[in-house]
């Protein structure tokens, strides 16, 4: 009797332990198209999918948790912003990108250009910020249900 060798081999499904995530890595800053890029990339262009996760360097529980955009008033538009894109709009369902970008729209900040949350990215406003190339957030993509 001459056995079959011939055998089917099933794909394997491991899982993905690797999750995409953007920030300053390399002292370059990010701009828009980057921001934009990561999101059509690993996030199936949905903002919803993106965490905004704060770093170690964020002086959580501080009325200034980062050195920069708390100069106005108190609770300023970009100071409110900030504190949204940081630790989440209270009373939403979700914490991320989309419910903070949304909810600070009617306050004059664009959801294609967030110039908030490239400051965040980037270390503030302008390259003369002292903190200048250094991410206070970084971007994560939230894992899908398959």
Known sequence: MVKNTNTALAPVKTANTTTATLQITNGKPLTYACIWQFVNTHAQGQLANVQVVPLPNVKKGNAVPVP???????????????????????????????????????????????????????????????????????????????
Do not use: D, E, M
């Not at 708390?70 to 989309?98: C, D, M, P, S």
């Not at 949350?117 to 200048?132: E, F, I, K, Q, V």
């Open 68 to 146: 920069f955009g708390y100069n106005g008033k108190t609770n300023g538009v970009r100071a409110t912003i900030q504190n949204w894109l940081l630790f989440g709009v209270k009373g939403a369902k979700q914490n991320n990108a989309h419910v903070a970008l949304t909810n600070a729209k009617p306050l004059g900040h664009s959801y294609k250009s967030p110039i908030c949350l490239l400051a965040l990215l980037n270390g503030g406003y302008s390259p003369s910020s002292a903190t200048w190339g250094t991410s206070f957030v970084k971007l994560v993509v939230k894992p899908q249900a398959s």
